[in-house]
């Protein structure tokens, strides 16, 4: 790799001698979030919860671009769910919740993030949501006095 420059919000990198043909250097240009570097950058500022910090059993409404889902968390450190909503997920369904990505290849483990797309394993497929809009702990009463 010869040359790379970063502007705004994207990463130009070319191959080879500097060009001066706008058009192909236009064709070479990639979301600086598809560079490890971008990614951590905008994946760290990127408002979210991380699965580590709740207790068992928490319980979190995620709104995404195109559906709801409602998860309970069964283990922070395996990142073990149930999760229910969306056309996948119709009845409670025990699942991996890998963590969020830009539908890229680079992950945030054990993380919903607002913008990103999460991404959850059940035993016989793998989904990748559409971008989260809300993430929420639900705060469930308990029943009382006792």
Same mark, same amino acid.
């Given at each position: 790799m010869n040359e790379s420059e970063v502007t705004g919000s994207r990463t130009r990198l070319q191959d080879g001698p500097a060009t001066t043909d706008k058009k192909s250097t236009e064709d070479q240009l990639i979301p600086r979030r598809s560079t490890l570097n971008g990614f951590a950058k905008e %994946?760290? $500022? !990127? %408002?979210?919860?991380? *699965? &580590?910090?709740?207790?068992?059993?928490?319980? *979190?409404?995620? &709104? !995404?671009?195109?559906t709801s889902y409602e998860l309970t968390l069964l283990d922070p450190e395996e990142? !073990?769910? *149930?999760? /229910?909503?969306? $056309?996948?997920?119709? /009845?409670?369904t025990e699942a991996v919740l890998f963590g969020s990505s830009f539908g890229g290849n680079l992950l945030r483990v054990r993380w919903i993030g607002c913008g990103m797309r999460m991404e959850i394993k059940t035993q016989d497929r793998k989904i990748v949501t559409s971008p989260v809009r809300s993430v929420e702990v639900v705060e469930e009463e308990l029943p009382g006095p006792f």
């Open positions: %994946a760290l $500022s !990127t %408002a979210g919860i991380g *699965l &580590r910090f709740l207790e068992p059993l928490s319980k *979190l409404l995620v &709104r !995404t671009l195109n990142s !073990t769910v *149930l999760v /229910q909503g969306g $056309s996948y997920f119709g /009845q409670p």
